[in-house]
């Protein structure tokens, strides 16, 4: 029903969105089955906290492509892109820049001014540098321009750390331990 709605014969990635965990084993079965008949180029998981993918690995036979969770200087997910690496599950980074909140912050600004870019930019870079996929949500042509121009540069080892030093655990959505389907 969801391809006819598109107008496709296939995805690029179908996800889960949240872990229901007595759903879970079955609706991944169902995402196997739709990547095998070729309806899902691949797929994935969203919100998965390690625990979550114990539980899905346990009774898998495809391994998730990616798990997008939210992630930005302010909340790192050092377990989670621990626990997708195991797996070789690519963790994907939602809300990178914190509903916008992290532009405002005094320390990417400062990086942001010292390479003559955006703090938007700055983080992004940051991410990417980090091995974080991520896909920024913009709906001004001016702003999805800039987001996609960071490759022109590089974080030094420094502002990296400087970075890496805003973690701490402040989240814009809902925590998935505390979810309860």
Known sequence: RSLERLSM?????YLIHWPVSEKTADTWRAME?????????????????????DELMG?????????????????????IRAANAAIGCLTQAWSPLKKAQVMSDATIGRIA??????????V???????GIATVPKSVRQHRIRE???VSSFSLSPDQ???IDSLDSGDRVGPDPEDRDF
């Not at 009774?59 to 377990?79: D, I, K, M, T």
């Not at 992004?124 to 980090?130: F, G, I, K, P």
């Open 9 to 13: 014969e296939y995805v690029d990635l």
């Open 33 to 53: 089955q739709i990547k095998a008949q070729g309806l899902a180029r691949a797929i994935g998981v969203s919100n998965f906290e390690p625990r979550h993918l």
């Open 59 to 79: 009774g898998a036979n495809v391994v998730p492509s990616v798990n997008q969770v939210e992630l930005h200087p302010n909340l790192q997910q050092h377990h």
């Open 113 to 122: 001014d010292e390479l003559g870019v955006t703090p938007a930019q700055t």
């Open 124 to 130: 992004l870079r940051w991410l990417l540098q980090s």
């Open 147 to 149: 987001n996609r121009d």
């Open 160 to 162: 990296i750390a400087a």
